[in-house]
């Protein structure tokens, strides 16, 4: 009978798990110790989920067991060794048996239960569960451990069940074995599944036939005992080791890297790839940037490549077997055990689907639209339905009779994975919207576990009885989830990641790839944050604090924690000159941004004296637009070049020339010089359009941050002075008042790079208080804001200046003129300079130079007017 919880009719149990393998298997043991009652169903005969149904020849774990194991027990982990350091199958699952008897779970399971529909009643808050018995039973809590690889997906090839021969499914395999000496078999499928089964079943049939649509990237598993090296960290410290791996972005301890794999030589790089190839691990260090730069990944690509191209001797099996048209990792890798040499014995051959398409399976074989083939077995290893599959095949209805898989129509929509709006009370294990796949699926598990147990006592304990998170906190993970995956080369692949494997089912990036750690620390604040997004009920009413846990950019946040680690002092405790050189120093480390056709550096007439410039002239043909930028630095830090990566990348994709001035800095040349200064550039530039290479006729300006206020101010000059004409400005995050009582201040003035007190250092060391309301200063308080040139102006959302930037977008429109306010979400006001680095900025930049186009649309070019006349 259940304890502690609930109203006065009491339900059944406490809780209600549904799936007995590992999730199931903790999450009761779990929940025992804390006093609730938990029933577990599970549709199996026997514990270990996926484990117990995968039998197919070969079936290992690809993440090392002893990582691949509980940790909640130290005495578990002495009494239980594993014999390889891949664990078998078999293996596998007499560990779970093991864990079961070991902690007397059975009695608790009811096996060969399946759960057919799950509601929730309101009235008495319970849900009721129902089984394929036609059995009912009530529960405070509804758990879902039912594993991410558990619902094949269904065999999707026309005259499958026609096949006379025997047939096989690698996510069913009978229990006893199959025995293929002597028969011709045919093996449809080449993901994991298949890598590890091909090599195997090669060794006992006369004949061997796969059937191969997408090529796999594969390195040598390498099994063998487990390294001594892990066994002795293991050993000398097991919490550290098993911290180390809670706190890692994959659920494995591995060293992280900063290095790009573009920074670094060729034979340099190939060492770290022979190096991960040697290594027999699924994770190895290799670079920064495989994960989000195509380039990058794509050396690696052609490493793997190469090591086909190596191994399998014929040359047109191997590049077959080569995979193109996605990067690494974007597709499930796999690591194998002699899989590409299996191509090369005389009784093997691959058929390739994307060359020769399977038309249909007939009763004696398979017919592709180049051949027959006869078979005496057909083995499908065509993978799941990943993620969701499992969860939305029971029929879960939440509030108001809500069914989730309706809900989940568009793809899934949970809170931190854990939990989904209209469905109280009902926890999702490793559930869409957490690390799961991306994640060593044991750390993840007793992450969730720890996290939903705790959850449940700590409503105990406070007399909550329901829990549901607001639609607030849901939309924002959602957001941050997809924001994640934006920034990496995953949503361009056609994979089970992406539901792209089931015909019909919604595109979305299943996983969270922020990491183990991050992920880890958002629940953790979730909770700290007096549950944070979430309503909970109870006898003394609703408590809810509601609210958004992640709204940063996820590069941005990683550029934040880089930089809080380096421990700087604050820029505003600096005399100018020390903060010059942090600044420089800083500039040293950025990536370079892209090439450009040419860099040019030169002098212009200043105001008062000579002015530098840097001129980026485009690899196409010109004659070139041109663009006046002014660089960023609060009047006080910064030059012509320091922009340079910003620069560049406008230059690329705006096709046109930038030229990045210099002005007078403060505080050694206070307010107006570089006012003064940044107006003689602008007529300079004018002036000499054609002769720096560019074309006549008006040219636009750019700027960031004071550079921006500077670019407005010149505008306003040059409207004032008949002159220069200017086609545009580009204003990114600008300065354009002195006024710091904005929201965006308040809310923004502390944590975000800039601060208030270093914009008040600056506006110190640049103007005099009184002249602060002067419009070159505080371009908004102009008295006359008509009649300037069209504006593009960016803000972020995480920015001081946030406020008067969209003050000055909406001042502008109000007098008349054409404007652009691009807003940016979830980024700082320095992160839309970081070219390479934050790469959630790029699609903002992109907007920014298809404004310059606007602004300056390409002239003909002469050879070409020539042809026309
Ligand atoms: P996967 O990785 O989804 O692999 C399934 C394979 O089957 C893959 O090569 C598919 O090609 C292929 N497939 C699927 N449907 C078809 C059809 N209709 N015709 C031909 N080929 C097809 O599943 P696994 O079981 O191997 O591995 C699942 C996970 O378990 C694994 O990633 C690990 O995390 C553990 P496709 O790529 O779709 O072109």
Redesign the pocket.
């Known amino acids: 009978m259940a304890t502690g919880i609930g109203p006065a009719v009491r339900p059944d149990v406490d809780v209600v798990v549904v799936g007995a393998g590992f999730a199931g298997l903790y999450m009761l043991h779990r929940l025992r110790g804390l006093g609730f009652s938990t029933v577990v169903l599970e549709g199996a005969d026997g514990v270990g989920g996926t484990w117990y149904w995968n039998r197919y020849p070969g079936a290992r774990c690809?993440i090392m067991s002893i990582d691949y194991s509980y940790s909640f027990d130290p005495e578990l982990e002495r009494e239980w060794q594993w014999s390889e350091k891949y664990a078998t199958q078999p293996e596998i699952l007499a560990y779970a048996n093991y864990v079961a008897d070991k902690y007397d779970l059975r009695k608790d399971i009811r096996f060969g239960t399946r759960v057919q529909q799950a509601s929730w009643d309101a009235a008495a808050r319970r849900w009721r569960v129902s089984t394929a018995a036609g059995d009912e039973i009530t529960c405070r809590f509804y758990v879902m451990a039912t594993g991410c690889?558990s619902l094949p997906?269904s065999?999707?090839?026309e005259g499958a069940d026609r096949f006379g021969g025997e047939t096989y499914y690698?996510?069913h395999w009978p229990h006893e074995g199959v025995d293929f000496t002597g028969k011709r078999v045919a093996v449809?499928?080449?993901?994991?599944?298949?890598?590890q089964a091909i090599p195997i079943i090669a060794a006992q049939a006369a004949q061997l036939t796969v059937?191969?649509?997408?090529p796999?990237f594969s390195r040598p598993a390498r099994n063998g005992p487990t390294p001594q090296q892990k066994l002795d960290a293991f050993k000398a410290d097991r919490d550290a080791y098993r911290q180390a791996a809670r706190l890692s972005q994959a659920g494995v301890a591995v060293p992280i890297t900063q290095v790009s794999a573009l920074q670094v030589p060729e034979p340099a790089r190939r060492a770290v790839y022979e190096a991960a190839w040697d290594s027999g691990e699924l994770l190895p260090t290799t670079f920064a940037d495989l994960v989000t730069s195509a380039e990058a990944n794509e050396t690696f690509c052609e490493f793997l490549r190469g090591k086909i191209r190596s191994i399998v001797k014929d040359p047109v099996t191997a590049e077959a077997l080569c995979p193109q048209g996605y990067y690494y990792g974007t597709?499930?890798p796999c690591i194998d055990s002699g899989y590409f040499e299996t191509f090369n014995l005389p009784h093997v051959r691959l058929v390739d689907?994307r060359k020769t398409p399977?038309s249909t399976i007939t009763e004696t074989g398979i017919r592709t639209n180049a051949e027959s083939m006869e078979f005496d077995a057909i083995v499908f290893?065509?993978?799941?339905d990943?993620m969701t599959g499992a969860i939305v095949a029971v029929d879960i209805r939440g509030r108001d009779g809500l069914s989730l898989k309706q809900k989940w129509a568009d793809g899934p929509k949970t809170y931190l994975g854990l939990t989904t709006v209209g469905f109280p009370n009902c926890f999702l294990v490793t559930g869409p919207g957490s690390p799961s796949?991306l994640s060593n699926m044991m750390v993840s598990i007793e992450q969730h576990v720890d996290w939903v147990s705790s959850t449940i006592d700590h409503m105990r304990r406070t007399g909550l009885e329901t829990i549901e998170p607001t639609s607030t906190a849901e939309a924002g993970w959602v957001q941050h989830v997809n924001d994640c995956a934006d920034v990496t080369l995953f949503p361009r692949a056609?994979s089970?990641y992406m539901g792209a494997?089931v015909p019909g089912k919604p595109r979305v990036f299943l996983p969270y790839i922020g990491g183990v750690d991050r992920y880890r620390k958002a629940c953790d604040e979730v909770a700290q944050q007096g549950y944070l997004g979430f309503r909970f009920e109870g006898a003394a009413g609703a408590v809810c604090n509601d609210g958004v846990i992640r709204r940063l950019q996820p590069d941005v946040t990683i550029v934040l924690e880089v930089i809080e680690s380096l421990g700087l002092p604050p820029v505003e405790s600096m005399p100018p000159q020390a903060a010059r050189a942090l600044f420089d120093a800083l500039a040293t480390q950025r990536p370079p941004g892209p090439a450009v056709g040419e860099i040019v550096d030169g002098t212009l007439p200043g105001a008062a004296a000579e002015l530098k410039y840097r001129l980026y002239r485009p690899a196409t043909a010109g004659p070139h637009p041109v663009v006046v930028y002014y660089h960023g630095g609060g009047w006080v830090l910064g030059s012509h070049d320091s922009d340079d990566p910003l620069c560049r990348d406008l230059c690329v994709r705006s096709d046109s020339i930038i030229v990045s001035v210099d002005y007078r800095h403060a505080p050694e040349d206070r307010f107006p010089a570089a006012v003064d200064d940044a107006f003689a550039a602008l007529r300079w530039v004018s002036s000499h359009a054609e002769a720096l290479g560019g074309q006549p006729g008006p040219v636009a300006v750019a700027g960031w941050s004071a550079g921006a206020n500077l670019a407005t101010v010149v505008c306003q000059l040059g409207r004032d002075a008949g002159g220069p004409a200017i086609a545009g400005q580009l204003l990114i995050t600008p300065v354009t008042d002195a006024d710091m009582t904005r929201p965006s201040y308040q809310q923004n003035g502390e944590r975000y790079l800039l601060t208030s007190a270093m914009m008040r250092w600056f506006f110190d060391h640049y103007v005099d208080v009184a002249n602060r309301s002067d419009p070159r200063v505080a371009p908004l308080r102009a008295g006359n804001l008509s009649n300037l040139p069209p504006a593009t102006i960016v803000t972020c959302e995480f920015d001081p200046l946030r406020d008067e930037g969209a003050a000055y977008a909406a001042a502008l429109a109000d007098a008349g003129v054409d404007v652009q306010h691009i807003f940016a979400r979830g980024h700082i006001h320095s992160s839309l300079t970081m070219v390479d680095l934050v790469i959630s900025g790029a699609p903002y930049r992109e907007k920014m130079a298809e404004a310059l186009r606007r602004y300056l649309p390409r002239q003909q070019q002469p050879l070409l007017r020539h042809k026309l006349a």
């Open positions: 690809d690889l997906k065999i999707d090839i690698t996510h449809i499928g080449s993901g994991s599944s298949g890598i059937f191969q649509r997408t796999n597709k499930r689907l399977i290893a065509t993978g799941f990943a796949v056609d089970w494997n």
